[in-house]
């Protein structure tokens, strides 16, 4: 059975979940896409939110990003072994950075159906591939926001920073309030002590959910949001060649320009 069947039967499986996986994608891409209108509105930018060049380069972008979200590695004797460490969010900060929110999110959407439709199929019901994107637009959708609305350098390491944040927040949020008691009825049959007792053989002061969500969730997903901002601030510069031709704010820059060189011409001409 291919990836592809498995994907097919596990969306009939758990098509209430499916839909709900669906609608939160939807709500998501509206947040993004109501952002971006009011970000081209301000900056006077006429340009098309997804081109030919856009399309194209999410389309990259997305699959090095399901390449990434495939490469988990585990932190043994510091996190639960559940939880592992990947870098999937950063092709959607660069994405994002580049040609705004939209894409960003585009890329985080592609890279979970990549991941599961080609490397490895859903073991939780979808459960962990929605907590994926969710966490990993947390980080995206406000980082991607706050750097179109100042686009410097210190515009970038705060957008990264707020991205980071808001990160961690949702993400124990969501640890703690949905996707701990969901694994533990999926996976536990209910019984919470047997999550509890795994997470306290990695550190003892797991001791309840609250605890499993600040020892366990948060620096993971404070780790991963550093990590990804490091390589951002490195990456993001050397890609710029390849990725402004579709820049919004560059184009604004040689249209007034070229309004100035009309405007100079015309009163030489007088």
């Known amino acids: ?39 081209m509105k301000r900056i006077g930018s006429r340009e098309k939110i997804l081109n030919t060049r856009k399309i194209a380069v ?42 705004g929110p939209i894409a960003g999110v585009l890329v985080e959407m592609f890279k979970v159906l990549i991941k599961v ?29 706050v750097y179109w609305n100042k686009k410097t350098k210190k515009g970038a390491v705060l957008a990264l ?13 969501l640890n703690g309030f949905y996707l701990l008691p969901t694994f533990v009825r999926m996976f536990f049959g209910g019984d ?12 003892p002061l797991i001791t309840n959910i609250p605890t499993f969500v600040v020892f366990a969730a948060l620096p993971m997903n404070l780790l991963k949001s550093i990590a990804v901002g490091i390589l951002a601030m490195l990456l993001y510069k050397p890609l710029r060649p390849f990725l402004k031709d579709s820049n919004p704010f560059k184009n604004r820059k040689k249209a007034k320009k070229e309004q100035s060189g009309d405007a100079d011409k015309e009163k030489k001409e007088k």
Do not use: H, Q, W
């Open 117 to 145: 439709l080609i490397f490895r199929p859903t073991s939780t019901a979808f459960v962990g591939e929605l907590a994926n994107f969710v966490i990993g637009c947390s980080l995206v959708l406000p980082a991607t926001i």
């Open 58 to 99: 999410v389309g990259m972008f997305s699959a090095i990003a399901g390449v990434l979200m495939a490469v988990e590695v585990p932190l043994p004797g510091l996190i639960p072994d559940f939880y592992k460490f990947e870098i999937g969010d950063l092709p959607g900060i660069i994405c994002g950075f580049a040609y």
């Open 1 to 39: 059975m291919n990836n592809l069947t498995k994907f097919i039967d596990s969306v009939k499986d758990n098509a209430l979940f499916a839909l709900e996986f669906l609608g939160v994608m939807l709500a998501i891409f509206l947040v993004a896409f109501i952002a971006e209108k009011m970000i």
């Open 161 to 173: 920073v707020i991205g980071g944040l808001c990160m961690c927040i949702v993400g124990s949020l």
């Open 192 to 203: 919470l002590e047997t999550l509890i007792s795994i997470g306290g053989a990695t550190n």
